[in-house]
């Protein structure tokens, strides 16, 4: 037996605003909220295979360079496409020292959280 990830936690200092830009980018729907704490996820609810996000509110300033990011996929258009429709919904490109040969793009949430887009469907390893 093995475990999944059932759940993404971003501490954020505005769950509001993350949970409507995730909750566009990945067609998510919120699930729960309580006090400081936005869950957004498929519109199926929790404990589906695609983890959950927390958006969970925190004043703690960021120190530096995230250890972890979120790569994205397009599901139903090309790349392109896809960058504009993230641009529109707020997300912001990023230059982390790509040399502008890569197939994705480097971008950021609202608060700065860099995610990449990639160009195509990636199977996982």
Request: hydrophobic letters at 35%; charged letters at 35%.
């Amino acid at each position: 037996m093995a475990c999944r990830i059932s759940e993404l936690v971003i501490d954020c200092r505005d769950p509001e605003v993350l949970a409507r830009f995730w909750g566009e980018v990945l067609d998510f729907v919120e699930l729960e909220r309580d006090e400081t704490d936005i869950a957004i996820g498929p519109r199926e609810g929790f404990g589906g295979p695609q983890p959950t996000i927390i958006l969970s509110r925190s004043d703690d300033p960021r120190n530096g360079k995230l250890r972890l990011h979120i790569d994205v996929s397009a599901t139903d258009r090309d790349q392109d496409a896809e960058l504009e429709r993230l641009l529109a919904a707020g997300a912001e490109r990023v230059d982390i020292g790509q040399t502008g040969e890569e197939p994705w793009h480097v971008l950021a949430d609202p608060e700065g959280n860099e995610f990449c887009l990639l160009k195509d469907r990636v199977d996982p390893l």
